[in-house]
């Protein structure tokens, strides 16, 4: 259970979130008032929809309802984290390649694929103990380590690095 207030000028927003008793439920209901007057309601289940009433009309709008989920899990991941990790052609043409979202075990896990993503997992991990054994000295590209300090050394370096997480 719990109560969130915003206010912003004459505005007030309330939030109440009470569990259900379905566990896979939480419910939420509130209000919007400006001037003390209450100008929209709403009520809905924290990941499915929103659903809004203006007072004055009494029409009713919803202000989000989710999709059905593509996959029977998501690593327990909601809809809305899931999409942080989505990888867009826009996003990916700026991305290094040892960004994690490239990980192959942690795409399988949020499509729900688990054996898959333990032996991704550990090729991974073994790849990551050879680099190590290896013992090639770390040379920061971006960084350089002065007076107890890191700083952006400035370089125009813009390549991606080494392919890590290639399976």
Do not use: H
Request: proline share 3%.
């Amino acid at each position: 259970n719990g109560k969130i207030e915003l206010e912003c000028g004459d505005i007030k927003g309330i939030i109440k979130i009470k569990p259900s008793k379905s566990r896979d439920e939480i419910n939420v209901c509130g209000s919007v008032k400006q001037k003390n007057k209450t100008v929209y309601s709403f009520k809905g289940i924290w990941d499915k929809y929103l659903l809004c009433r203006d007072m004055d009309t009494g029409n009713e709008f919803y202000v989000y309802e989710s999709n059905e989920r593509r996959f029977p899990e998501y690593y327990n991941m909601t809809k809305y984290s899931f999409q942080l990790n989505f990888i867009t052609s826009e996003i990916e043409s700026k991305m290094f390649y040892t960004d994690s979202r490239y990980r192959p075990d942690t795409r399988a896990l949020e499509y729900g694929q688990f054996a898959n993503a333990l032996e991704n997992n550990e090729i991974i991990e073994n790849r990551q103990r050879v680099r190590k054994n290896e013992s090639r000295p770390l040379k920061p590209r971006f960084f350089e380590f002065n007076n107890n300090l890191w700083t952006w050394k400035g370089c125009d370096d813009t390549g991606k690095g080494e392919r890590i997480f290639e399976i």
